[in-house]
């Protein structure tokens, strides 16, 4: 079931240090609720990669003009330059896209941007912070996916240590130690956000038995999955489990 068009739109926005997992959870979220939630198209100036990537699919490619141009017109909710000339951001025209398409807005942000967007969009967003069980098994997750050198392992684990420190300035987190408790941790946040309640279809968690055809899931460690909301309560799912 759609949202109501009539019922103000909503953003779901997770934000993690490189290697916590988030990707996979918004993925498993979109499956899980395919006419409640949609993701939101990022723009950016880099180039395709290859002909694999489709302006307005994979992100929205702009020149570095447009892009500035666009700054100037105050078309952001956020935007980062993350090396010179190297621009990304979330058009405010895209989310009011998925809003009129009656569905909630689901991101897949930098903790940077995660933050911009919370207090942009006040109680209409849920920011939500995954994090790991520790930087070492972050750095094993890094990796164990054999995508980057030593140094650029070295730098993302660098950059996670500062990041961990913003985890306080998000609604709720979630501890990324189990990869399906954490999805299913996701998914009750975001249907009681949205007002969806269970039920109905595959839940995310068991869609997650099938991961989606060329992708590899992301390595994942195993244990127990807790979330916390800043300066209110601790909840551990093993203990309440």
């Known amino acids: 079931m759609q949202a109501q068009p009539d019922k103000p739109g909503k953003i779901i926005v997770f934000s993690a240090p490189s290697g916590a997992g988030k990707t996979t959870i918004v993925r498993r979220l979109m ?22 990537e489709i302006d307005g699919k994979d992100y929205h490619f ?6 500035q141009e666009k700054i100037r017109h105050d078309e952001f909710v956020e935007w980062e330059e993350v090396y010179e000339g190297a621009f990304y951001g979330t058009l405010k025209s895209e989310i009011e896209r998925i809003w009129a398409s009656g569905r909630h807005a689901i991101l897949d942000v930098d903790v940077k941007g995660g933050l911009s967007i919370k207090q942009f969009y006040q109680d209409r967003a849920l920011a939500v ?4 069980p520790s930087i070492e098994v ?10 980057d ?19 306080d300035k998000f609604d709720v987190a979630v501890v990324n130690d189990d990869l399906e408790t954490a999805v ?18 595959q839940s995310a968690t068991a869609l997650g038995q099938e ?3 060329g992708v590899a899931p992301e390595p994942e460690a195993t244990a127990s999955v807790a979330t916390s909301a800043p300066a209110k309560s601790v909840v551990s799912t093993a203990a309440a489990s």
């Open 129 to 132: 912070f995954v994090r790991p």
């Open 31 to 52: 499956a899980a609720l395919p006419d409640a939630l949609s993701f939101s198209i990022s723009a950016c100036t880099r180039d395709r990669r290859g002909r694999a």
């Open 184 to 201: 299913a941790q996701a998914e009750r946040l975001v249907r009681d956000f949205i007002g969806v309640p269970s039920g109905g279809g």
């Open 138 to 147: 972050l750095a094993q997750r890094l990796t164990a996916r054999a995508t």
């Open 62 to 67: 702009l020149s570095v003009a447009e892009f």
């Open 211 to 213: 991961h989606e055809p």
């Open 149 to 167: 050198s030593t140094s650029s392992i070295s730098s993302r684990v660098y950059k996670a240590t500062f990041e961990l420190a913003f985890e």
